[in-house]
Nanobody
Framework: QVQLVESGGGLVQPGGSLRLSCVTS????????MAWYRQAPGRERELVAG???????DYADSVKGRFTISRDNAKNMVYLQMNSLKPEDTGVYYC????????????????WGQGTQVTVSA
């Protein structure tokens, strides 16, 4: 049974930082790509950052230069370091397991964590 558990969310002021963590179980972590999504109130869930099995990364334009995704295969964990946070980064952040297609796009499997709330507000 695949499980993903996120942590690290919270309330932070604009310009601040947070580090999200996601631990996985029930799968061969090193064989899968991973990603972080977020969902703001009233909006669709959107891809924020992805990391391939080999460690290559890609980011949504809105977070490039501010967010960094990383993974630790020995610990079955993926992280999202978020710096220079803005109010528009507010939302529930979800960890996901998936795959990169031959077109270079990330395709999510239907494995999701419960989400962790990030609120950026003064």
């Amino acid at each position: 049974q695949v499980q993903l558990v996120e942590s690290g969310g919270g309330l932070v002021q604009p310009g601040g930082s947070l580090r999200l963590s996601c631990v996985t179980s029930g799968t061969v972590f090193s064989a899968t790509a991973m990603a972080w999504y977020r969902q703001a109130p009233g909006r669709e869930r959107e891809l924020v950052a992805g990391i391939a099995r080999g460690g290559s990364t890609d980011y949504a334009d809105s977070v490039k230069g501010r967010f960094t995704i990383s993974r630790d295969n020995a610990k079955n964990m993926v992280y999202l370091q978020m710096n220079s946070l803005k109010p528009e980064d507010t939302g529930v952040y979800y960890c996901n397991m998936g795959i990169y297609g031959s077109d270079g796009r990330y395709y999510p499997y239907n494995y999701w964590g419960q989400g962790t709330q990030v609120t950026v507000s003064a």
